[in-house]
C-alpha cells in the first residue's frame, strides 16, 4: 500500500464561505503554537469574508484525501501588492509539499490580479517556512515591521 502523497492527490482549492471555521482553526493552531494570537490575527481569521475577500484578496484551501489540511492567503495591500499570508498546513500533512503548491497557487493568482510585488511577514525561529519562501523566489528587505510583534523579517518576491 503507498501512503505517499503525490501531486495529484492534493488540490488546491479556492476558498468558499463554508472553509471559514478551517481557515480559522488550521491558523490558530500554528499561531498559539509558536506565538501568540494578536489583534490582527483576531480580526483577520474570524472574518475572513470582509478582511481578506471583500477588499480584493483571496484564500486557498488545500485539499488532501477529501480533508482541508492547509490554507494560505493573499491579502490586497494596494493595486500593485499584494501579502501572502496565513498559510498553514496540519501537522499530519506536513513533508507532502502542501504549502509550495499553496505558496505556488498564490504567486499564479497575485500575477493574473496584476500585482507586482508579492510580500510576506515571518519570524526567523520558522527556518522551514523562511526555507520554502526562498524556494519560492522570495528575497529579504528592509522594513520596520510594525504590523505584528512577532515578524522579524519581510521578505518580497517581484513578480
Given at each position: 500500500m503507498n501512503?505517499?502523497?503525490t501531486p495529484t492527490s492534493v488540490t488546491i482549492i479556492d476558498y468558499t464561505p463554508a472553509h471559514a471555521t478551517l481557515f480559522r482553526e488550521l491558523n490558530q493552531a500554528?499561531?498559539?503554537?509558536?506565538?501568540?494570537m494578536e489583534e490582527l490575527d483576531h480580526k483577520s481569521l474570524g472574518n475572513?469574508?470582509?478582511?481578506?475577500?471583500?477588499?480584493?484578496?483571496?484564500i486557498f484551501m488545500a485539499e488532501y484525501n477529501g480533508e482541508i489540511v492547509g490554507t494560505c492567503a493573499l491579502i490586497k495591500v494596494d493595486n500593485q501588492t499584494?501579502?501572502?499570508?496565513?498559510?498553514?498546513?496540519?501537522?499530519?500533512?506536513?513533508?507532502?509539499?502542501?504549502?509550495?503548491?499553496?505558496?505556488e497557487a498564490a504567486i499564479q493568482k497575485a500575477?493574473?490580479?496584476?500585482?507586482?510585488?508579492?510580500?510576506?511577514?515571518?519570524?526567523?525561529?520558522?527556518?522551514?517556512?523562511?526555507h520554502l519562501y526562498?524556494?519560492?523566489?522570495?528575497?529579504?528587505?528592509?522594513?520596520?515591521?510594525?504590523?505584528?510583534?512577532?515578524?522579524?523579517?519581510?521578505?518580497?518576491?517581484?513578480?
Open positions: 501512503t505517499t502523497a500554528w499561531i498559539e503554537r509558536y506565538f501568540e475572513p469574508d470582509g478582511y481578506i475577500i471583500a477588499k480584493g484578496g483571496h499584494y501579502e501572502l499570508a496565513k498559510m498553514a498546513v496540519t501537522d499530519k500533512a506536513q513533508g507532502l509539499k502542501i504549502g509550495k503548491r499553496l505558496g500575477r493574473e490580479l496584476g500585482a507586482t510585488t508579492l510580500m510576506l511577514l515571518s519570524n526567523r525561529k520558522l527556518e522551514t517556512a523562511l526562498q524556494k519560492l523566489g522570495f528575497v529579504e528587505v528592509a522594513d520596520e515591521l510594525k504590523e505584528y510583534k512577532r515578524a522579524d523579517i519581510k521578505m518580497e518576491l517581484a513578480l
